[in-house]
Each structure stands twice: as C-alpha cells, then as structure tokens.
C-alpha cells in the first residue's frame, strides 16, 4: 500500500522537475535576442561537429582488439587450424576427454629393399618415386570426438591467415558501423536540440514575453501606488505643519479690542469666524489638490484679519479672474506665501505696503504671482519654523514632478516677487 501511494508522488516530482527546467530554460531562451540565440546556435554546432570528430573520427583500437579476443575465442573453441591440418572439436564434447594429437606418418618402405642399416660408406639405393598421398583423410572419432583433416602445411597455413584476415575484417566492419551510427546520432541530437531552442523562443518566446511584461508593469503599477500614497502622506504632513500662527495673535487682539474698542473687535471675530469656516475644511479634507478660488476665499478672510491689526499700513490688490477659480492648485500654498510676504517684508516695515495676488494662464500652465514692496531679501532674520520656501518646494516636487515650479525674484524698487507654475487643469 506504501508502494503505491510512494510512486504516484514521484511522478509527480519528476514532472514537476522537468517542467520547472523547461520553464527555466524557455525563460533563457525568449530573454535572448534572435542575434544572440543565433550566435549561440552556430557556436553550439561548430562545437557538436568538433566532438563528433573527436569521438566517433575512427574505430578505437580497444574495440577492435575486443572484437579480435572474441573472435579468436569463438575459433579456438570449435575449429584449430594448424600446419597438420584442420581439427574440429565439438563443444558439447565431455569434460575431459583429450584432444587426439597428430601422429607423424613413417615413410612409406620402398619396394624391394631390406630393412638394414645403412652405412655411410654404402652408396644409397635409388629410391623409387612414392605414389601422391591423398589430399585430406578424415579421422572421425565416435561418440562425438574430435575431427582431423589433414592438409599439407603451406595450404592450411594460408587457410588460417585468410580466416584470421576474413575475422579481423568482419570486426572492424562491426566497430565501423558502431561508431558510423553513434555519430549519426549524436551529430542528429544536437541538430534537433538546437531546433527545440528555436521553436520554443518562437513559439513561448511571446507568451514569455507578454508575461514579463505584464509582470514588469504590475511592479510598476505597484511602486506607482506605493509612491502616490507616500507623496500623498508626506504632503498631508507639510501641510499639517502649515498652521495660521496668526491665530493665537488674532485672539489676543479681540481680547484687547473688547475692552478698548468693542465694535472693532466684534469686527474681528467676525472676520476670525469666516477665516475658521475657509481654512477648517480644508484641513479636515486633507486633500492633495484643491481650487484657486477655495485658496483665494481663505487668503481674503486672512488678509481681513491681518488689516484689522496692521490698519491702513496694509493694502491688497486681488487678481484673479472669475474663469480660473475652478482650476486647480495645491492646498495652502497661496497662503504660505501670503504669510512670509506679510512676516518677511510688510509687517515689518514701518509704513506698511502693497500685497498683489495675480492669477494667470501661460503655455497651457496655471501661474499665481505674490507680490510686495516690503523690505525685500535678508533684511530682517527669519524666526520662523523653517519650512516655509522650501516646504512649497518639496510638495511640488512631489505632487508634478518637474512640472511644478516656485520662481523667486526681487521686486523693484523693493520687495520680493514669488510665483508658483503648476500644470493648467480643472479641480475635481
């Protein structure tokens, strides 16, 4: 029961395997250019062909010296050719039984002559031509003994070299035809590895492709997201930090003004309560884009306050056409710059100044100018919380890119012109 349930895992295991090394190698392949896998293709023929010569260029001696031991063997076991003849030796012959040698023939006697010794001193008698011996005489054992034809020396040892040379020839042949179909093989396995490469960067080189590319726009759809989100957090954050200081300021002139002058500081409150109305939405929204007139509603119920401390020494020029209140414009930044043009160069100026807003459309951009003749750069040290320029920057960088920009310049005679250019679109 173990058994069975053990091989249908490793199937599956196996298959699993090899589907991930196709995948891997199909992966490799469809991330080639066509220039490179064809490179690859001949770079991997050229070495094929090299291998092919190497390996399979001739029979290898071992082979043939094998093929010759063997044959020799099959030889020596059933036939023995020597210089008394052929012998035949059965190989169901029993155990033991002894290969009969040659016995040497005696000459045959010559007719008519005693059997004496000869003497060296007595002439020899002529001796008469002996008739031709036969050409082979079969000995055939019983019961299966071994077989001798007798042939004359120099024909049984031609008749071996021919079988020896006919054995040795039948072996190479075999070994040739050996490595012939090995070659053939191997040189037709890497022709048809190099076409499986072709085919699969033809026909999974797209799906492969189409999958990477969808991956590779998830990802940056993905990072897109993540990077929304973090711009959306860092600018909810600055614009956190964008408090009305003025606030605290605010209610302690309202306190004064009560006891002093009741109508005015009924004035103010008036004034402080439609400023809260303006700016409490907005920063309840938290939102990354807003409209230019939502901005210009708030910065006139700040400047209303602002003229009720500073009096005659502030004047404020509003322009900004009706059309362009539903464009587009980030939140909070109109004021910030409202609030260091006051801070930085009419407060402190001892008869006071002008404050211009100009909204305008250029080259398919939004541009909102804020300008002053206040005291212009440097002269008075800055004590403020430090975000200020640079926080304007930072959330423009974030929100357009490139697209968004904050030009500052001098003002002539003096003062400070600062102009936020933002991509011209309607507010949602």
């Known amino acids: 029961m173990q058994a069975r349930n053990t091989s249908p895992h490793f199937l599956s295991s196996v298959l699993s395997w090899l589907y991930r090394g196709f995948d891997a190698v199909a992966t490799w392949v469809t991330q080639l250019s066509w220039w490179k896998f064809f490179l690859f293709a001949i770079l991997t023929l050229m070495a094929g062909a090299i291998l092919q010569e190497e390996l399979f260029s001739g029979p290898a001696e071992e082979e043939i010296s094998r ?25 169901n012959r029993p155990r033991g039984a002894a290969v009969p040698s040659p016995v040497p023939a005696d000459p045959p006697p010559v007719d008519g002559a005693p059997d004496a010794p000869v003497t060296p001193d007595a002439p020899a008698a002529p001796v008469p031509p002996a008739p031709p011996a036969p050409s082979s005489t079969p000995a055939v054992g019983a019961n299966g003994e071994s077989v001798h034809i007798e ?7 031609e008749l071996s070299n021919a079988i020896e040379a006919a054995v040795e020839d039948a072996a190479e042949q075999k070994v040739s035809r050996y490595h012939k179909q090995a070659s053939t093989w191997f040189m037709n396995f890497v022709v048809l590895f190099v076409l499986a490469l072709f085919g699969t960067k033809a026909l999974v080189g797209g799906k492969k492709r189409a999958e990477a590319q969808s991956q590779m726009a998830n990802a940056a759809a993905e990072r897109e997201a993540m990077q929304r989100q973090l711009s959306e957090t860092k600018m909810q954050m600055m614009q956190a930090q964008v408090e009305p200081h003025f606030l605290f300021n605010t209610l302690a002139s309202v306190e004064h003004l009560i006891q002093v002058d009741p109508p005015r500081a009924s004035a103010m409150q008036r004034s402080l309560i439609q400023y809260l109305r ?5 920063m309840r929204d938290n939102a990354v884009v807003t409209g230019l007139g939502r901005e210009v509603d708030m910065v006139t119920a700040y400047l209303n306050l602002l ?13 900004v056409p009706d059309g362009l209140r539903s464009a587009a414009f980030p939140p909070m930044m109109l004021q910030s710059m409202v609030e260091n043009a006051i801070k930085h160069g009419l407060e402190c100026k001892p008869e006071g100044g002008t404050l211009k807003i100009h909204a305008d459309v250029a080259d398919n951009k939004l541009r909102v100018t804020v300008t002053d003749d206040g005291v ?8 403020g919380t430090g975000l200020g320029l640079q926080t304007i920057r930072d959330r423009l960088k974030l929100l357009h890119g490139d697209a968004g920009q904050l030009h500052i310049a001098a003002n002539s005679p003096s003062g400070v012109i600062a102009m936020i250019e933002v991509p011209y679109q309607l507010s949602k």
């Not at 093929?67 to 190989?91: K, M, N, Q, V």
């Not at 042939?151 to 040892?157: C, D, F, K, S, V």
Request: no cysteine; glycine share 10%; proline share 9%.
């Open 376 to 383: 212009g750069f440097g002269v008075v040290p800055s004590d």
């Open 307 to 319: 003229k009720m401390r500073m009096e005659e020494r502030l004047t404020v020029v509003m322009e």
């Open 67 to 91: 093929a010759e031991r063997e044959a020799g063997r099959r030889g020596e076991a059933a036939i023995l050719i020597d210089e008394s003849g052929i012998r035949f030796h059965p190989r």
């Open 278 to 282: 303006a700016v409490l939405p907005q």
């Open 151 to 157: 042939l004359p020396p120099q024909i049984g040892e």
